[in-house]
Nanobody
Framework: QVQLVESGGGLVQAGGSLRLSCAAS????????MGWFRQAPGKERKYVAA???????TYADSVKGRFTISRDNAKNTVYLQMNSLKPEDTAVYYC?????????????????WGQGTQVTVSS
């Protein structure tokens, strides 16, 4: 079992920044690829970014160049730095863990999920 707890969400104006954190406990963090997903009201949960156990990262086109995913294996934590935020980034953000090396765009490939943290971007 892996327990994930997100933090760092909040209300920010368009153009602002937020840094989300996801603290993991349980199994060895290094053995998991990690992902961030988001879900806006009334919409499906969508991929945002993923990072492999070795640090390789991928991004959705909608956030490329604005968001950065990173991980600190010594702290069992994954981060999502979000810059130049837009109102359309408003959503609940979830982190997820996937056994193995590589991250994935497919939420069905993730075994463990956090409870989510709300990000609201005002115009």
């Amino acid at each position: 079992q892996v327990q994930l707890v997100e933090s760092g969400g909040g209300l920010v104006q368009a153009g602002g920044s937020l840094r989300l954190s996801c603290a993991a406990s349980g199994r060895t963090f290094n053995n998991y690829a990690m992902g961030w997903f988001r879900q806006a009201p009334g919409k499906e949960r969508k991929y945002v970014a993923a990072i492999s156990w070795g640090g390789g990262s991928t991004y959705a086109d909608s956030v490329k160049g604005r968001f950065t995913i990173s991980r600190d294996n010594a702290k069992n934590t994954v981060y999502l730095q979000m810059n130049s935020l837009k109102p359309e980034d408003t959503a609940v953000y979830y982190c997820a863990a996937r056994p193995g090396r590589a991250g994935s765009l497919d939420l069905d490939e993730y075994d463990y999920w956090g409870q989510g943290t709300q990000v609201t971007v005002s115009s």
